[in-house]
């Protein structure tokens, strides 16, 4: 059987390695060319696998990136707990206000010894209560209700920026009696309004047996914050 260059088309002899007019190299054993074939296969496939791998371990790191980045959102987010409320006794167990407005009752506080004083039962009956401090030249509105988690909660009674010293509770909410801003009952974060920036200001408060009481001189040296 005549063989042929690949190349040139110049006629060879059977047995020729190269061409005698070209110089082309003529083929290889069957062997060499599986070995060959067999080298230029597993370097493709080779190639896929790494590029696999690489995509694999990028996906791997965006992902991590991804959530650490989620985190420190998370974390550079304003915190809402109030942290007076926090530290407030559990005085009942967490329960839940109607949606039809609850109102302030009016109760009496007593001063005795530099506190301000008002009963825990009164409290506890009412849920939500309005009384003064006054001494000198200062009469300061002050309230206390029940939060939803159950906690005592005392406040200096005012919306500052509309001077409104009148809340109602409804549902989660402490809204003020006229401007209708809302607050958060648990930790009294703004919800909607215009003086969200501006809630009851929380003070802290003890549990004396049957009694609330407030440090005199904190309400005493209050100022307004605007």
């Not at 599986?34 to 990028?58: A, H, P």
């Not at 969200?196 to 040296?221: H, R, T």
């Amino acid at each position: 059987m005549a063989i042929f260059c690949t190349y040139c088309g110049n006629q060879l002899d059977e047995t020729a390695n190269f061409c005698t007019n070209c110089g082309n190299q003529i083929g290889g054993s069957t062997t060499e060319k599986k070995l060959d074939f067999s080298t230029k296969r597993e370097k493709v496939l080779g190639n896929k696998k790494n590029t696999t791998g690489n995509k694999g371990m990028i996906y791997s790191i965006l992902g991590v990136l991804g959530i650490l980045g989620f985190v420190a959102f998370f974390n550079s987010l304003p915190s809402r707990a109030n942290p007076i409320i926090e530290k407030q006794p559990v005085v009942t167990k967490a329960f839940n206000y109607p949606d039809a407005p609850k109102r302030m009752a009016l109760t009496k506080a007593t001063v005795r010894d530099g506190k301000i004083i008002i009963p825990l039962d009164a409290l506890k009956k009412e849920k939500f209560l309005k009384f003064n401090y006054a001494s000198n030249n200062l009469n300061t509105p002050l309230l206390a209700y029940i939060s939803g988690e159950g906690k005592v909660v005392t406040a200096i009674s005012m919306c500052e920026p509309c001077n409104s010293t009148s809340f109602h509770i409804r549902g989660e909410k402490l809204v003020c009696n006229s401007c209708g801003t809302t607050w958060e009952l648990d930790n009294l974060s703004g919800l909607d309004g215009s003086c969200q920036k501006y809630p009851p200001d929380a003070l802290p408060s003890i549990i004396v047996d049957n009694e609330i009481q407030i440090d005199e001189s904190i309400v005493a040296g209050w100022q307004r914050r605007i």
